[in-house]
């Protein structure tokens, strides 16, 4: 993450006064870049604290939706799950690499290589370095310094606003001439408010990682990937041979010291099952072999709705199909509000859909069913499209969700909360089974709303 480059002009030379401005060892306005590799870690540690694991093993991978249109062998779907976490602690570990290079001590700097080693099979180097001990404080340390580095970001914008502001005061006075004594100079309270945003930035920057010696900081998120990449493998190892194995020291106490949300139920060793709501056991013909590359496993299949490329397109789809059916899809008087959804929602069909639809519906006239539909006929079209929107909607909110997250302005770059998984929205979704549901649904919902104009006389 890069600051914008308005803010890299002057600010320490401006606001750092009472330290000293020339410390390289300090991050200043690297510190934007550390807080969203901590923010990403934190979510990390957030997605596969206990609590976390067993709503994904015994909630989302079982849920109707998943098991329809993604797959319903569960161990396929963990070997899913842990791709996409190796490819965030990825992600969060070439930051840290690159932050690296600027630290004095020998491990962050050459920590690229480190991590690497540790992949492939080095972890019984990771013995050395105490990982499990105090582990919930440094994250607790990265929990606290983040919201603070958002705040300062979101300050220094506020600040750049305001200096943009008196610059075209300035700008206005030199044109318009002198103000009379008698007026008060109306660039008195801007002055006012940019000292006190001043003062503000500069005390944030000296609470936050803007002050911090990229040692610290770094030296901070080297231990934290280290300690998610064992908790990654000794929850997924059983079932991806392509992550290394644990130590038999870390086999005895690593799934109790590595949580965050308290210690596990039941105390279990790296070679058991994990135990939520039904056994789980090494696949026989395992996806990856030893050392294979697990992000091969998210690239969506051309047969997927990710594969083609549609899955925030039929997401939305199906999000607006719910607003439609929510709004009574025509049982009360129509609004603007319906119309300007339904005119939405068939903009965004594809051309195959939208044919297969109107094809469904020219069979429906054709068997004269128009003229005879009751509210008998269009209480089993709601009830069925309720049904198929019970257990369509979830998988299509996750992926809106899934892509807003991984689509975020600056700002919400530095959120920490877990987020959502691509097995569980419409990415590796079987495109024939989401198109056909897809099409139940509207055609659904246009015979619902066809009857309910013609009772109006619309």
């Known amino acids: 993450m890069v600051a914008p480059k308005h803010w890299l002009s002057g600010f320490r030379a401006r606001l750092v006064s009472g330290s000293d401005p020339t410390r390289s060892d300090c991050l200043g306005i690297l510190a934007f870049e550390a807080a969203a590799a901590m923010a990403r870690l934190v979510s990390l540690h957030r997605s ?17 939706g998943i098991a329809y249109l993604v797959s319903a062998d569960q161990s396929h779907l963990l070997r899913l799950a842990c791709a996409e976490f190796v490819g965030d602690l990825d992600r969060a570990a070439s930051a840290v690499a690159r932050l690296g290079l600027r630290c004095r ?12 080693d540790a992949k492939a099979g080095g972890l019984a180097d990771l013995d050395r370095a105490g990982l499990a001990k105090n582990y919930d404080k440094r994250v607790k340390k990265m929990e606290r310094y983040v919201p603070v580095t958002a705040k300062l970001y979101s300050e220094m914008d506020t600040l750049n606003e305001l200096e943009q502001s008196e610059r075209k005061m300035e700008q206005w006075k030199r044109f318009s001439g002198p103000i009379p004594l008698q007026q008060p100079d109306p660039a008195i309270p801007l002055r006012r408010e940019l000292k006190t945003q001043r003062q503000r930035v500069r005390r944030l920057m000296e609470e936050s990682l803007w002050s911090e010696t990229f040692d610290k900081a770094v030296g901070l998120m080297v231990n934290s990937v280290l300690a998610i990449l064992l908790r990654i493998c000794s929850v997924f190892a059983q079932f991806v041979p392509g992550l290394p194995s644990l130590t038999s020291r870390y086999r005895h106490y ?7 949300s308290g210690p596990l139920e039941r105390p279990f060793a ?36 990710g594969g083609s490329g549609m899955a925030l397109r039929y997401a939305n789809v199906i999000v607006a199909a719910e607003k439609v059916l929510a709004l ?34 020219r069979e429906w006239w054709r068997k004269e069913a128009a003229p005879k539909a009751d509210e008998g006929m269009v209480a089993g079209w709601k009830e069925a499209v309720e049904r198929i929107v019970r257990w369509l909607g979830p998988v299509a909110r996750d992926t809106v969700r899934w892509h807003e997250e991984r689509n975020m302005d600056r700002q919400q770059r530095f959120d920490m909360k877990a987020r959502a998984l691509m097995l569980q929205t419409l990415q590796f979704a079987d495109r024939e089974k989401t198109e056909a549901a897809v099409v139940e649904v509207l055609v659904g919902l246009s015979c619902m709303c066809w009857y309910h104009e013609q009772r109006r006389g619309s």
Do not use: C
């Open 48 to 64: 596969l604290s206990d609590s976390e694991l067993r709503r994904l093993r015994s909630d989302t991978m079982r849920s109707e």
């Open 105 to 116: 001590a020998a491990i962050p700097r050459g920590f690229e290589r480190f991590y690497a």
């Open 254 to 260: 690593s799934p109790r010291t590595m949580h965050s």
């Open 270 to 305: 790296m070679g058991a099952d994990i135990r939520f709501s039904a056994p789980l056991s090494r696949p026989k013909d395992a996806i990856l072999k030893p050392n294979s590359d697990l992000s091969k496993l998210l690239q969506p299949s051309p047969t997927s709705v």
């Open 328 to 361: 009574g899809s025509g049982a009360v008087e129509s609004d603007d509000g319906e119309a300007a959804t339904r005119e939405e929602m068939y903009e965004m069909l594809p051309i195959r859909v939208r044919a297969a639809v109107k094809a469904k519906l």
